[in-house]
């Protein structure tokens, strides 16, 4: 059976091609193991903090520092810091190429690197409750310290995990570009938004809370696979209050938050072992109309001609054969977890 089915709310559209079948284990050579470079070698790694720019942010218990030139902080729990090689500049060089019909202007902007852990090869599903919500707490701070700087329209935040997924460093970290601009996916769904009588994404929301795509649900979230889903195994998170900006979250939220995403990442090892993905936050700043969701987005299928043609994308797992397959592990692991505390 194959069917084509529309977004929630935009004019794009995926096909779901189930007669081209496939199971978790037919992406195994997709997932693939990278070889961890020893962490005396790992530029994020804690004590090689002089291998890196200066660290505009490092996290530790008893407050936030930044290093200098002379003086780098040591024992961080978090540690943000400017990419070595940045998409955007804080002070970027005139455009060479433009003219009439040609529109460019510099390349202002920020690009920072969010490394989760002094400890080479942690993963965010083996993070504490603590770990968890402290990372959550970053996330928050950076993205309203970005927010908040002159000419900034949007900030993105996003997680490439595996060299399929676009990271160039073993060593799990986050990043986040802060940009002059607004993407148009996000003007777009805007614009959709503010034409319905209702937020869109509330209404879904509801509808997937009760349908057989849920995967998991805590006391402030929701992480389902999309009717609309573009790729194999993708999961969106939903707060269920409407809120746009995580700079808006209380600690409960941030928590919550971290809960749910940890959750579902530790389903996707219990499925898939190592699994290249990413994971991008959709929000939006000084906007109410927007509801803020976390995309996954498992990265073990090619876009190839017709989709770059068409950018209409064809899943070869529909969203409830996903969502059965996570749902089934996530209630192992708390059977499992259940079973250690006794």
């Not at 284990?25 to 890196?52: M, P, R, W």
């Not at 993205?143 to 990271?167: D, H, T």
């Not at 929701?222 to 707060?239: M, R």
């Amino acid at each position: 059976m194959s069917e084509i089915r529309k977004h929630y709310f935009l004019p794009e559209y995926c096909i779901i091609a189930e007669e081209r079948a496939k199971r978790p284990s037919d992406f195994a050579g997709a997932t693939g193991t990278s070889k961890k470079s020893h962490s005396e070698n790992c530029v994020f790694c804690g004590g090689n903090e002089e291998k890196t720019p200066p660290a505009t942010a490092a996290y530790k218990k008893d407050g936030i520092f930044a290093d200098t030139e002379e003086k780098r902080v040591r024992n961080w729990d978090f540690r943000c810091f400017p990419n070595l090689y940045p998409a955007l500049s804080p002070a970027p060089s005139s455009p060479e190429f433009h003219g009439k019909g040609f529109e460019a202007f510099p390349g202002f902007g920020f690009h920072e690197v969010i490394v989760e852990s002094p400890v080479h090869g942690k993963k965010l599903e083996d993070f504490s409750d603590a770990e968890i919500s402290g990372l959550m707490r970053v996330y928050k701070d950076r993205v309203c310290y970005y927010a908040s700087r002159e000419k900034i329209r949007y900030v993105s935040l996003f997680k490439n995990s595996g060299k399929a997924a676009g990271a160039s460093q073993n060593h799990p970290h986050s990043q986040l570009l802060a940009l002059p601009v607004c993407p148009q996916v996000l003007e777009r769904e805007l614009k959709a938004i503010r034409e319905g009588e209702k937020c869109p994404y509330c209404t879904l929301l509801e509808k997937e809370k009760a349908s057989t795509r849920l995967i998991h649900e805590n006391s402030k979230f929701v992480a389902f696979a999309p009717y609309y889903s573009t790729g194999p195994f993708e999961v969106w998170i939903l707060p269920k209050e409407h809120i746009s900006f995580l700079g808006d979250f209380s600690p409960e939220l941030l928590f919550a938050l971290g809960e749910i995403l940890r959750t579902v990442l530790r389903s996707y090892g219990k499925v898939f072992g190592n699994l290249p993905y990413n994971h991008m936050f959709y929000q939006l700043f000084e906007t109410p109309e927007y509801h803020l969701n976390l995309r996954l987005m498992p990265r073990i299928t090619t876009a190839a001609g017709f989709e770059l043609n068409t950018g209409i994308y064809i899943n070869t797992v529909s969203p409830e054969k996903a969502a059965s397959y996570l749902r089934g592990d996530i209630n192992e692991l708390a059977q499992e977890e259940a079973g250690r505390e006794k």
